[in-house]
Structures are given as structure tokens and as C-alpha cells.
């Protein structure tokens, strides 16, 4: 009996060997032929394999588990889009891939992006996640993405623009400038904007030109007047991103309780509604004295580390 167990186990693990690891190719051009013959989306990872932290635990915690490669068996085409600090790494290979990196407007690694089979970006993140359910979860949106964009090819003209628009408005803002060929199909396919997409576009490039201005801003009296501006001229979508900085910096600037007080409200518009967020800012501000007291404190520190 002991022997026949033995001899099954061992005809198992030959049989049905551990999944093997995912097989990632290198070359994108290839691996969209591969997708489309094969029906399957395409898993973009844009690394620098040697040198960011969050990428080398994303591959070993990850991409490297039985678990994920199990996942993308039936699914993906992976892609490794490497730019290491290697100085033996392919230098031709180095080249397209920091021109990917170019065209997929990748700002940080990791980026993770689902794409259909003709690279139209469908999903995915930025940064370093390394829970895989989290992770295939954020995959799976992707997927889906990828098949609207398929049944899209089945449409025309603003219906063919609302199902494309469906996908643009899901993707995370991190992956928004890799869609900007998406997004000028949109605009070509409906021009009278009646899927409301421009509007969308228009407050995302405010929000990144107001980003771009505040890191030019050094000191709290600047600041405050580029806010002011900034604040007169927001979508909705944006505000409250803005908001939270004044109040922030009316905090910082306080003088009197009243000042705290003002600060309060100006932070609870910024929440709206979220009455999770309102009552942790009434607790916040449930001392406005003590408050008080623990700001101006650390205004004197930081003037004593500046010298003053």
C-alpha cells in the first residue's frame, strides 16, 4: 500500500510539474502579433530591474509566484520593458525601451499597463503594489477594458467614441498621458463632445499644470496667492485637491483660534459629503487651542532651524 502511494506521488509531480514562470518576452512588436493570434491582452511591465526597490519586490513577491503565473497563463502576453542600470544590458534593447518609455509617457517605475493587442492602453497602476490578489483585481479591470475596446471596433461614430470613452474615464490619472492616442480618437469619432470627454481632459491638464506650478513655489506667501488664483479658476474636480492645500497652509499660517477655526471649514469643503472624512476632521479640530498651541510651536522651530 505505502508503495503504491509513493509511486503515485511521484507519477503526479511528474505529470503535472509546478506551473513554470511566466515567460516574459522583450520584444513588443512580437509579443502584439503573439496577443492578437492568440486572442489575449497585452501586460506591459516597464522596470528598472536593478536599481528600484519597488520593482525588485513587485518580481519577487509577485511576478515570480506560482500563483501569478497561473493568473496570466490564459490571459496576457507579458512583457518585460526593462531600463536598467546594467552597463552589459542591450544597448539596442535599451533604446526601445526608453523610447516606450516615451510613447507610454511612463513617469515612474513600476508602471503596470494592460493594453489590447494593438497597445491601446486598457488599465493597470503606477508603484509598488505586491498584494497579487490586489494586484490581478487591478488586472482584471484591465481585461475588461480590453474587451470593450474590441466590441468598440464593432461600432461607429459616437457610439463607437461612448464605448472608447467608457474605458478613458476608468483609467487611473497615472496612466492617462499613455492614452493620448486613445483620447484623440475620441475626439475625432465626436466631435461635438457629447460623450462630455473634453471637459474631463480640460481638468486633468489643469490639474497638471497647477502641480507643475506649485513645485515652483518657495515660500507660504506665494503659496497663498497661487492658490487664491488657482482656486478662482478650478473645475470641481479640482478643488478639493486645492482646498485641502489652503487649509493646510491656513493651519501653518494661524495666528488665532478664529484662523483654526476658518482653516476647519475650509477642509471640511474640501471632503463635501464623505462623512467618514468630516468626522475625523471634527476631532481634528476638537481643541482649536491646543491646536493653536502645537502650531505655533512648531512655526518657532522651524524659524529656530532656519536661524531666525
Known amino acids: 500500500m505505502l508503495k503504491k502511494l509513493i509511486y503515485g506521488l511521484v507519477l503526479a509531480a511528474i505529470v503535472s510539474p509546478a506551473m513554470a ?141 461612448q464605448v472608447l470613452a467608457e474605458v478613458y474615464k476608468s483609467l487611473p490619472e497615472d496612466l492617462v498621458g499613455a492614452a493620448t492616442p486613445l483620447l484623440k480618437e475620441i475626439k475625432a469619432l465626436d466631435p461635438q463632445d457629447t460623450v462630455g470627454l473634453n471637459k474631463l481632459a480640460q481638468a486633468r491638464e489643469q490639474k497638471e499644470n497647477f502641480l507643475r506650478g506649485l513645485a515652483e513655489i518657495d515660500s507660504e506667501e ?38 483654526i477655526l476658518a482653516a476647519r471649514d475650509v477642509l471640511l469643503e474640501s471632503v463635501g459629503n464623505d462623512a467618514a472624512m468630516r468626522t475625523k476632521l471634527e476631532q481634528y479640530f476638537s481643541n482649536p487651542a491646543e491646536l493653536l498651541k502645537r502650531t505655533k510651536a512648531r512655526r518657532n522651530d522651524r524659524r529656530n532651524n532656519s536661524g531666525k
Not at 54 to 83: L, S, T
Not at 232 to 252: D, H, S, T, V, Y
Request: hydrophobic share 40%; net charge negative; proline share 4%.
Open 21 to 161: 514562470a511566466v515567460d516574459w518576452m522583450t520584444d513588443l512588436e512580437a509579443a502584439k502579433s503573439k496577443a492578437a493570434a492568440e486572442n489575449k491582452a497585452l501586460l506591459l511591465d516597464f522596470t528598472g530591474s536593478d536599481w528600484c526597490g519597488w520593482c525588485i519586490r513587485i518580481r519577487r513577491e509577485v511576478f515570480d509566484k506560482p500563483r501569478f503565473a497561473a493568473y496570466v497563463k490564459d490571459k496576457f502576453i507579458p512583457v518585460e520593458i526593462d531600463v536598467p542600470n546594467n552597463p552589459n544590458f542591450d544597448k539596442e534593447l535599451r533604446r526601445r525601451n526608453e523610447e516606450l518609455c516615451q510613447q507610454y509617457a511612463v513617469e515612474g517605475f513600476p508602471t503596470i499597463m494592460v493594453t489590447d493587442a494593438q497597445g491601446t492602453v486598457a488599465g493597470g497602476f503606477v508603484g509598488g503594489i505586491v498584494d497579487p490578489a490586489a494586484v490581478e483585481a487591478i488586472l482584471n479591470e484591465g481585461l475588461n477594458n480590453v474587451r470593450k475596446l474590441e466590441e468598440a471596433q464593432k461600432l461607429s461614430g459616437v457610439q463607437k467614441a
Open 222 to 259: 506665494q503659496l497663498s496667492t497661487y492658490l487664491e488664483k488657482a482656486l478662482a479658476e478650478a473645475f470641481p474636480e479640482n478643488r478639493p485637491m486645492m482646498l485641502q492645500l489652503k487649509g493646510q497652509l491656513m493651519i501653518n499660517q494661524a495666528k488665532t483660534e478664529a484662523d
